[in-house]
């Protein structure tokens, strides 16, 4: 098991579907230990945000996205 830094652009694909999302799945699940940039929270708040406003997440996905994030 490794160790693997995520910044927010990996992170996002933790929970929505991106090209890429597979490969970062995979990796988290093999991770002994996962580090992020402590701003990483807000950035992905943020991003969840601009996919409401691209209609590709609906309010009620971002708040259960954010309850799994604040779980974590």
């Known amino acids: 098991m490794s160790d693997y830094y995520f910044d927010t652009s990996a992170l996002i694909k933790r929970?929505?579907?991106?090209?890429?999302?597979g490969r970062v799945l995979t990796l988290l699940q093999e991770a002994a230990r996962v580090?992020?940039?402590?701003?990483?929270?807000?950035?992905?708040?943020?991003?969840?945000?601009?996919?409401q406003d691209e209609g590709t997440l609906q309010q009620s996905q971002?708040?259960?996205?954010?309850?799994?994030?604040?779980?974590?």
Do not use: C, H, N, P
């Not at 992020?36 to 996919?51: D, G, P």
């Not at 971002?62 to 974590?72: P, T, Y």
């Open 15 to 21: 929970y929505a579907v991106e090209a890429g999302t």
């Open 35 to 51: 580090y992020t940039a402590s701003i990483a929270y807000a950035e992905l708040v943020m991003a969840f945000r601009r996919k």
């Open 62 to 72: 971002i708040s259960e996205l954010i309850r799994d994030l604040d779980a974590e």
